[in-house]
């Protein structure tokens, strides 16, 4: 008998929701929100404010809603779901017209690090504020490739085909984003 923790069990599983859904299965579209919603929210929590992150949170899931039928390939569904969100924090942060800035202080934990700096570490906290206090300080682009790789667990394939670029740059923006993490976490040690 299949294990249905497997990946496979879990990409057919997938596939058949959005298939249920795009025929008009409410059910079908109340599960898919079930195994993605706090997923793409935590996503849009790494680039937006709380609250605005939580508004934009419901355009993207009416969005998938309303065009899930137009969905070519069922199978992509994930990478589909992260491009819409992407687009959606995107116009956001346009229309909104303000620049995340740096923060001078952060409430990450002080431990004592070593001058190697391991991110795995970082995601370990026990204190999501804390690791939001240090990810508030990166650049846009470089806060979202950090979030979808380590809190997502993405490949640099899908992140790039998620916000639109070369796998080579996506590894350049984590490169320079866990340079700004580690001289970040040093200043404040």
Not at 72 to 79: H, I, L, V
Not at 102 to 108: D, S
Request: aromatic residues 8%.
């Amino acid at each position: 008998m299949d294990n249905p923790s497997e990946p496979g069990n879990s990409d057919i599983r997938r596939f058949l929701l959005v298939v249920r859904c795009q025929a008009g299965d409410q059910k079908a579209f109340e599960q898919l929100y079930e195994l993605f919603g706090d997923k793409t929210l935590r996503y849009l929590k790494g680039l937006l404010e709380g609250e605005t992150a939580r508004d934009i949170q419901q355009e993207v899931w009416l969005t998938v809603y309303r065009q899930i039928s137009e969905l070519m390939n069922p199978r992509g569904f994930r990478t589909w779901l992260y491009r819409i969100t992407h687009r959606q924090a995107i116009d956001q942060l346009r229309t909104s017209r303000r620049r995340l800035t740096l923060k001078e202080n952060i409430a990450a934990k002080k431990d004592e690090r070593t001058s190697t700096f391991d991110i795995d570490e970082l995601f370990k906290a026990e204190d999501e504020e804390d690791l939001k206090s240090t990810l508030d300080q990166l650049p846009a682009p470089h806060r979202e490739v950090i979030v979808l790789k380590y809190w997502e667990g993405m490949s640099y394939e899908e992140i790039g085909l998620i916000i639109g670029c070369p796998v080579g740059t996506v590894r350049s923006r984590l490169y320079y984003a866990k340079q700004k993490i580690e001289e970040i976490l040093h200043h404040e040690t």
